[in-house]
């Protein structure tokens, strides 16, 4: 695996040996895990060439966010990517990245941006929006594989890709949980194996959600909300709501429930730490 840090020097490699190949590309800000290493698996069997790239981006983490000391160790993660025999691994540095300070971004609509965690995120995903077409523009990637896990950052990045024609496919790959379907996430390093046990709660939450709703049909967000705060807190106090929220699979609002069509996300902290999930059902 090779490992490259700069624009220019990708570009030098892409037009010598990579402008021929299928190029499958897996965007992450490391401290890899088994969901990462599922997205690059699916790209090894579909295309000549993987490439996945590392880079925590600071513009889309907001001031009283974790971006100092969200979890890095770049040594174990070329470990992980080299057993999984990724071909190179993008590995910018932020002169590498934002050599000076941008004029233009994306921004994405509130439509989008402004339910779920971009809500609670201002500018998050104009932040994430903008550094992947930076990296599509410089991987020039025929596949890019995503997880559904960050099921908005998903659905808005192939908006991007589709309202800028950009020449890419995006693939939406399954949540990988744990034993006890806490959904795999960099941050859970942050976690005790007691902490991460409870933490599964709030899958079964959601589990629990989608029964009430598959028997009731409407959409009833008050009462489901309640009972996922209900269901959270008999398993722990340090559980907190910040948002329970159920659309159609293009985020448009639904009044009832749609077999297969239907997502139900929420984003709740325990402790300090916040943790994302979704179901599509
Ligand atoms: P991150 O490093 O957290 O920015 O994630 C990089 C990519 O991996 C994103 O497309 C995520 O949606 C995806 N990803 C993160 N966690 C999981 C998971 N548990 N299962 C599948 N994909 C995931």
Do not use: W
Not at 20 to 26: L, N, P
Not at 45 to 70: C, M
Not at 158 to 164: E, I, L, P, Q, T
């Amino acid at each position: 695996m090779r490992v490259i840090f700069s624009p220019d020097d990708f570009q030098s490699i892409y037009i010598k040996s990579l402008h021929s190949c299928s190029i499958g590309f897996i965007p992450t800000m490391g401290y890899l895990h088994e969901g990462h290493l599922s997205l690059i698996r699916q790209s090894r069997k579909e295309n000549d060439i993987t490439i996945a790239s590392i880079y925590v981006n600071p513009l889309q983490f907001g001031p009283r966010e974790d971006l100092q000391k969200y979890p890095r160790d770049l040594d174990r993660d070329k470990k992980l990517l080299q057993a999984e025999k990724v071909d190179f691994l993008f590995y910018p540095g932020d002169k590498d990245m934002y050599p000076e300070k941008l004029s233009t971004i994306v921004h994405v609509e509130e439509r989008l941006a402004g339910k779920l965690c971009g809500q609670f995120r201002p500018g998050h995903f104009d932040g994430v929006a903008t550094v992947v077409l930076k990296l599509f523009n410089i991987i020039k990637p025929n596949k890019a594989y995503l997880g559904l896990k960050d099921y908005q950052q998903y659905i808005i990045i192939k908006k991007m890709v589709n309202d800028f024609n950009l020449d890419v496919r995006i693939i939406g790959m399954p949540t990988v949980r744990e034993k006890n379907g806490l959904a795999m996430s960099s941050r859970n390093s942050y976690l005790s194996t007691t902490e991460k046990q409870l933490a599964g709660s709030v899958y079964s939450g959601l589990l629990y959600i989608q029964e009430q709703l598959q028997n009731d049909m409407e959409i009833n967000i008050k009462k489901l909300t309640a009972d996922y705060i209900n269901f959270l807190s008999r398993k722990s106090e340090f559980f907190k709501l910040q948002y329970l929220e159920i659309y159609d699979l293009g985020l448009k609002p639904i009044k009832k429930y749609k077999k297969n069509k239907t997502v139900i996300a929420a984003a709740v902290f325990f402790k300090n730490l916040r943790l994302i999930d979704n179901i599509i059902i």
